[in-house]
């Protein structure tokens, strides 16, 4: 095996770089004469805008232009377009109103951008937006996606009556109705999967510029050329190739930065009409919080039916899925076409459907968050099983295990349609309670209620449906003092992409991963790509990246060959070098690469360097899968919860680094713990954001999680990825929060209490101990 290769836990090669202060993130970017933009929000959740005046801001020292939605018609600019429709259950396609890049004549939401202010510097700017004088005329408000079907409930869009986004299903009706009416047992549960606010460490930002004939736009993202397409197609109108998108090292995105948002276009706008560059950075409370796409925000109601055996009959699904107030570029997708197969779990059903409403309401837009409606389904069906364990007296572990889909039955085709090649989900419960320390539980529960804690422990089981998408082309290039160039378009978000395509590369051309450079996020230099999302990237990035290599050896063969004087089916490679099989004659991949420059070293018909091309893109879903198991220790006299003990065994299938996967599940748990336990948006009746900066809303600290048990086996390689990898980028996101709230409910299940929602804070906890007594 290669030091450097597929297998070997390699800290990651980025990380010296990053933490000696050596990263690149858009804010750090500078251009000559740049000047500085700030966005005017609109303080009201609803409101008609009667009229806005600028006069004496544009007056103040230093501002340079300020525009408003006449100026974005001016220009002829369009608006942002949702790129994932949802259709309705008569074939016809969804509400589509439209999402300006600034309000016109109406604000929807707090945070709704009514004006750009661009100034020499940005406290200038700050200060002649205070000056700009909107008059608002307030509209009753609809902040409670259950509020949304009052008969008093106020229109958000004239193109959505009764705030109806869209309505949607899938599934077997009539055969799930008639498995219910036959059903020995009905288990009902009403789940909340509450709004996040996504935080990642660094906000978003954009520098737009204009050289006459093409925009450059710098800012973060998960690919640049959806965004890129987006700009010119949906909004300025104009060729693909008079824009240069270039995105920098990124500080966290976990969905939120696939998306198009206005300040990237009013950058763009503003810097060609000021000939001169123009930056803008997201400050936290100010835009951050109340302008990035949220997370979640889903009404679930769930019913099991199951026969006298305890064995799933059906499971019947109704989903109301909270929009906000505009249609983000996937939102519809999220709870429907993304979320679906995933209803079934690790299962066996006869039959499932699912409904989702989606609706409007005056709050920011929501869209996919680390995992994308996979987390949620996983949710309600993890919660849902506990529930009916609960109900019939059944061990919880031995329920699941009676229902499991066989690892002799794969690949196995669900009910609601999906095709899990490869999977062990009884040895994963197993490996994962013992892991957990499943046996001693007992004991530890009698201590704690020695102390007059309640302690509880929760099992969830996930798959996800993930690892697949359109084609991705990687572009590898030796050069001639033997190092490698490899180009791609995934957008690394703080993953270790160039570790992982790293250590593919230096395993296939036995070269030190030193010697490779991964270039990704700038449009010129990569000529395609559809980005990161949906744990794609080694899936179908790394799949690019070996066969990259593959082609780059066979090309090498070929000019060995002329080098060496032999014939091409007499050339091997090994350990970074060509050699002439069953003799000492040699040649480095350094050599080659500078025979390669050389026209006359060439073979007849062959292009100069020494070069690989790999393209690989699939419908056919990874399906990663593993068990969670959590222990909670609960003070009934304050509600803190606290977690005790965790542990996760996975299915990833073939591990290219363990470390960067290790270090992927326990982000993706942290992120699963602070949704169960802390993060809450709140919005008041009149739709203000009360959880408006991380003074009020919780995020996990460090010392909220316990050490983690991780592990994971390989022997169930996935079989529709030429590498048997499965995505692992949002396994721990979607376990965590039902283990976490099973465990609470198993905590507090003796003292009565029946239901709880995420987040489980010490006031919903304390209320629910005691409404329960």
Known sequence: MAKFGIGQPLNRVEDARLLTGQGRYTADIDLDGQAFGHVLRSPHAHARVTGIDFNDALDMPGVLAIHTAA??????????????????????????????????????????????????????ARDAADAIMVDYDPLPVTADPNAVFEPDAPPIHDEAPGNISFRWEKGDREKTDALFADAAHIVRTRLINNRVII??????????DWDGDRFTLYTPSQGPHSLRRQLANDIFKMPEDTFRLITPDVGGSFGMKIFLYAEQVLVLLAARELDRPV?????????????????????????LALDGDGRFLALRVNNRANMGAYLSNFAPYIPTDCSILMNNGVYRFQAIHVSVTGVFTNTVPVDAYRGAGRPEAIYLVERTVDAAARQLGIDPAELR?????????????????????????????????????????????????????????????????????????????????????????????GQGHQTAYGQIIADRLGIDIAQVRVIQGDTDLVATGAGTGGSRSLPIGGVSCDRAA??????????????????????????????IAGTDRNASLADIARAAADPAKLPEGEEPGL?????????????PNGCHVCEVEVDPETGQVTLDRYAALDDFGKVINPMLLAGQVYGGI??????????????????????????????????????????????????????????????????????????????????GVKAIDMPATPQSVWRAIRDAA
């Open 550 to 579: 593959t082609d780059v050896i066979e090309k090498g063969k070929r000019i060995a060959a002329e080098v060496l004087e032999a014939a091409v089916e007499d050339i091997e490679f090994a350990d970074g070098a060509f050699s």
């Open 199 to 208: 935080a990642p460490i660094e906000t978003r930002a954009a520098i737009g």
């Open 611 to 623: 070069t690989g091309e790999g393209t690989h893109g699939s419908t056919v879903y990874t399906y």
């Open 71 to 124: 100026e974005i018609r001016r220009a002829g600019l369009g608006t942002i377009r949702c790129l994932a429709p949802a259709t309705q259950p008569d074939g016809s396609l969804q509400a589509l109103p439209p999402h300006p890049v600034l309000a016109e004549c109406k604000v929807r939401h707090v945070g709704d951008p009514v004006a750009f202010v661009v100034a020499e510097t940005i406290d200038q």
């Open 279 to 303: 930056k803008w950075v997201a400050e936290r409370a100010a835009d951050a919080f109340l302008s990035d796409s949220h997370g979640r925000d889903q009404i679930n109601n769930v019913e």
């Open 670 to 751: 942290g992120q699963g713990v602070g949704q169960a336990l802390h993060e809450n948006c709140v919005y008041d009746e009149d739709g203000q954001l009360l959880s408006g900066s991380l003074m009020d809303y919780g995020l996990p600290r460090a010392d909220d999680i316990p050490d983690i048990a991780f592990d994971y086996h390989e022997d169930t390689p996935c079989t529709t990825n030429p590498l048997g990898l499965k995505g692992s980028g949002e396994a721990g996101a979607v376990g965590a929060p039902p283990a976490v709230m099973n465990a609470i409910l198993d905590a507090l299940s003796v003292r």
């Open 401 to 493: 295990r009676r229902n499991f889909i066989g690892a002799n039955e794969m690949p196995f085709t669900t009910t609601i349609g999906a095709t899990y090649d490869s999977g062990d989900f009884t040895r994963n419960l197993d490996g994962a309670l013992k892991l957990s320390d499943h046996e001693g539980f007992a004991a530890r529960k009698a201590k704690s209620a020695a102390r007059n804690r309640l302690r509880g422990m929760g099992i969830a089981h996930y798959i996800e449906n993930c690892g697949s998408g359109p084609e991705e082309t990687g572009r590898m290039r030796v050069e001639v003092d033997g190092s490698v160039v490899f180009t791609i378009g995934t957008q690394d978000n």
